[in-house]
């Protein structure tokens, strides 16, 4: 079973979700943990666990923290900054890195260790996989970039800003995750991207 990518959470009445588990007999692949958010502008919603955790957002004078990943499998999302930006998720390779002021937290790099075993048509993203998305920053901030392996870049700004930059979806068959979107509803968080399951046998 290849596990669909979680979906992205918008300033409205939709909430980010987890990304699906990756099947193979016994083996299991945790999809990644959604980043924190807003919904309707109003409600915080925490960052989730997941094989690899989700960003915290950014909000109304908190701090929020990033959600662990799974042992073994991924690494914590970052930290959010206060009324500013949001940390980014967590990689197989590397946290994801805490926001800093107006500028998103980049995703963590993920993991390039099976790649040589994958045909040349899903060797990954430079070889690489489960990169994590990047954090949504501010217009004044610099733009933060998905993790290698996937990870899908986050936004900048708000629509219509001077150097707002929308959200972008994590690459299909990298598990890599989705990038942060900001809060005025049009950059909305992206999907991550949906896993892949690599084989290696004797002939």
Request: glycine share 36%; aromatic share 4%; proline share 0%.
């Amino acid at each position: 079973t290849v596990g669909a990518g979680g979906t992205g959470g918008g300033n409205t009445s939709t909430t980010a979700t987890n990304g699906n588990n990756s099947v193979f007999n016994s083996t299991t692949a945790t999809g990644g943990g959604n980043g924190g958010g807003f919904l309707n502008g109003v409600d915080y919603y925490a960052p989730n666990i997941g094989g690899s955790g989700g960003g915290g957002g950014k909000i109304d004078g908190v701090n929020r923290t990033g959600a662990a990943g799974t042992s073994g499998q991924g690494l914590a999302g970052g930290n959010g900054q206060a009324n500013e930006a949001a940390g980014g998720g967590g990689g197989k390779g590397a946290a994801g890195s805490n926001a800093a002021s107006t500028s998103g937290g980049n995703g963590g790099i993920g993991s390039n260790t099976y790649s040589t075993w994958a045909t040349a048509t899903s060797s990954g993203v430079s070889g690489y996989y489960a990169g994590g998305g990047g954090g949504a920053g501010t217009a004044g901030g610099s733009a933060s970039n998905g993790g290698t392996g996937g990870g899908g870049n986050g936004s900048r700004g708000n629509n219509g800003q001077t150097n707002a930059r929308n959200s972008t979806t994590g690459t299909a068959n990298t598990g890599g995750g989705g990038g942060g979107g900001s809060n005025d509803g049009v950059f909305n968080g992206r999907n991550g991207g949906s896993g892949i399951v690599i084989v290696r046998y004797a002939v």
